[in-house]
């Protein structure tokens, strides 16, 4: 039905930057709510960005991270500047068609991708 594909994940040195991508298919549409969460070793996932009509992030990521949207490719952006080690993570992209909570929710989204690897070294 809706299937997401995170790409982008990589190497690199505390201080770089990386762009997740998320490209959606099926029926996706701009009124969904998209979101990037991320999950640590040995820790659970946690939010780190979404974006519907207006965009939302984590404290920790706030002023580094900067969540898009291209609704014509339907693909969802994550531009990460200035990581961090504790950045480092699998993220993953997710889709909501109705938030009726919190979007910073995970159990607001249905839809997930399978993950991309971010390792930042120190």
């Known amino acids: 039905q809706v299937q997401l594909v995170e790409s982008g994940g990589g190497l690199v040195q505390a201080g770089g930057s990386l762009r997740l991508s998320c490209a959606a298919s099926?029926?996706?549409?701009?009124?969904?709510?998209m979101g990037w969460f991320r999950q640590a070793p040995g820790k659970e996932r946690e939010f780190v960005a979404a974006?519907?009509?207006?965009?939302r992030y984590a404290d920790a990521v706030k002023g580094r991270f900067t969540i898009s949207r291209d609704n014509a490719n339907n693909t969802v952006y994550l531009q990460m500047k200035r990581l961090k080690p504790e950045d480092t993570a699998v993220y993953y992209c997710?889709?909501?068609?109705?938030?009726?909570?919190?979007?910073?929710?995970?159990?607001?989204?249905?839809?997930w991708g399978q993950g991309t690897q971010v390792t930042v070294s120190a």
């Open positions: 099926g029926r996706i549409f701009s009124s969904y709510a």
């Open positions: 974006i519907s009509w207006t965009t």
């Open positions: 997710a889709a909501s068609q109705a938030v009726r909570g919190s979007i910073t929710d995970d159990n607001e989204y249905a839809y």
